[in-house]
């Protein structure tokens, strides 16, 4: 079984490829009468799959009573489909003729043979399969397009689309405040994300600290401007939150919290999106110019590089200070509490600490645009926000509840982009890279292409001082490779 299974109900209306002429609604094994009841309206065909060995038990895959209630809820004569999987090959001609009690014209049963076939003839198999059902559903619907299309009316009425009206509406108003901001005005600001804002420059004036310890930059006055930043994120008269943050704060409150971040994420990445389209693009440009003229030895077009350096690092700080996500709302609430209510302590608490939760932790590591959030959400079904570039900036999580392994929880971590031109600070990805090993139980290491020579040192000295100083949280973490876009892998 689905370790993740859901009794959920997924309805399917377009289709990326040839076109069908038909919308899918696919439910889980475990469904109830009154959903049943409610989405078989919906369908006009049905497709039930049931395995061989149940049906040699007189597992019968339609009940005459589930029959009369399709039949009673169907606009048109239903058509029903019973495909039997794992099929004996010599036997899937007998199996195809019984019809579990009903006619021929109220079920059609198909055959699917044993994978224990050979693999060339599975696909051959296969592939007529999915011939008889898909033409038997297009050969079904022509001529009933007006008896079985449905209404808007009724998709809505099926699905309670006016139960989100309200939700709709809330994320309207928070855009509205969004979109008021004008674009002369960055979004990383006192005035609007004061506390995120503060803390970015206080993180940024540790990093230098850091670097004076080194040797690379002076450290004088940079405790006194630190103990300024601080002394201003604790000012409660001061430090106020934005009417933004405030709608924010109050849209996550609602009962219908996962559903409006979740529509938010998407309408406002595509706002974004468009107000730094502009710059977006001019930033690509300047970039692949640089990278054709940065190795030349013409003194000319060395200095041109050098200018179009500059140009990119401005172009970069105007879309960061431009750019607004879900992530960056959620870090300035949490800064905002962290420091004057304590929120996020309260908040880690209760979801790790309180409930006495046993949490799998599983990270992903690997290098810029390499695809880590893609592939974390088609493993897991998360929704980290994905992006040509610099896509995640430090470190993402999302904690789902499951009940797998003698764990109560699983913890996906979504990381910055190793090796990142942007960055270019070696120290910050072994940084990462060492953090990931100590707390994970396992560790992805996505890698678009071969596994480079500079990503293979970051993993090696990670292990290395994790071995060395005996900080990891977990016994030892397992490493799985995953290597995108590439037609022959070889790990060793």
């Not at 709608?247 to 609602?254: A, E, I, T, V, W």
């Not at 302590?345 to 645009?369: D, E, N, Y």
């Not at 990142?420 to 953090?435: C, Q, T, V, W």
């Not at 016994?475 to 070889?490: G, H, I, K, R, T």
Request: charged share 25%; net charge negative.
């Amino acid at each position: 079984g689905d370790v993740y299974k859901r009794q959920d109900i997924q309805y399917d209306l377009e289709f990326r490829g040839e076109k069908r002429g038909f919308s899918v609604l696919r439910t889980d094994e475990f469904i109830s009468e009154e959903d049943f009841t409610k989405f078989s309206r919906l369908c006009s065909v049905f497709l039930i799959i049931v395995p061989e060995n149940l049906v040699r038990q007189n597992f019968k895959p339609i009940e005459s009573s589930v029959y009369d209630l399709i039949m009673q809820n169907s606009k048109e004569t239903p058509r029903i489909f019973v495909l039997v999987t794992h099929v004996p090959l010599n036997e899937a001609e007998e199996m195809e003729v019984d019809t579990f009690g009903f006619t021929k014209n109220e079920i059609e049963v198909i055959s699917l043979p044993s994978e224990e076939v050979d693999d060339s003839l599975y696909r051959i198999l296969f592939s007529d399969v999915h011939k008889k059902i898909f033409t038997g559903v297009q050969s079904y619907c022509q001529g009933r397009q007006d008896k079985i299309s449905l209404t808007s009316s009724e998709f809505s009425k099926v699905f309670e689309l006016n139960k989100f009206e309200k939700e709709e509406k809330i994320v309207d108003e928070l855009l509205d405040l969004i979109q008021q901001v004008d674009d002369k005005n960055p979004y990383i600001s006192p005035k609007f994300l004061p506390m995120y804002t503060a803390y970015r420059e206080y993180s940024k004036l540790q990093k230098l600290i850091l670097d004076s310890l080194n040797g690379n930059c002076e450290k004088q006055g940079l405790d006194i401007k630190i103990q300024d930043i601080n002394n201003r994120m604790i000012d409660t008269q001061t430090m106020r939150l934005s009417q933004v943050s405030k709608k924010f704060l109050s849209m996550m409150k609602d009962s219908n919290a996962s559903l409006l971040n979740f529509a938010l994420e998407k309408r406002l990445k595509n706002f974004i999106s468009q107000r730094n389209k502009v710059d977006i693009d001019a930033y690509f440009k300047k970039y692949c110019e640089y990278n054709i003229y940065k190795n030349s030895r013409n003194p000319s077009l060395a200095t041109m590089a050098e200018g179009l350096k500059r140009e990119i690092s401005e172009l970069e700080n105007k879309i960061s200070d431009n750019t607004l996500s879900v992530e960056i709302l959620w870090r300035e609430i949490i800064r905002f509490y962290s420091f004057q209510e304590t929120l996020a302590t309260r908040f880690l608490t209760s979801a790790l600490v309180g409930g006495h939760k046993k949490v799998f932790v599983v990270s992903v590591l690997g290098p810029q645009s390499s695809g880590k959030s893609t592939l974390l959400n088609y493993l897991f079904g998360c929704h980290f926000a994905t992006a040509s570039g610099r896509g995640t900036k430090g470190i993402y999580g999302t904690l789902f509840d499951i009940q797998i392994g003698g764990f109560d929880s699983i913890l996906i971590l979504d990381t910055e982009g190793l090796l990142s031109s942007e960055m270019n600070d070696p120290e910050y990805d072994r940084k990462i890279a060492l953090f990931c090993m100590a707390i994970s139980h396992l560790v992805i290491i996505n890698v678009k292409g071969d596994l480079t020579r500079n990503m293979h040192e970051v993993i090696g000295v990670a292990l290395t001082v994790l071995n060395q100083l005996k900080l990891n949280k977990i016994p030892s973490p397992s490493l799985f490779f995953v290597l995108n876009q590439n037609s022959d892998p070889n790990i060793s």
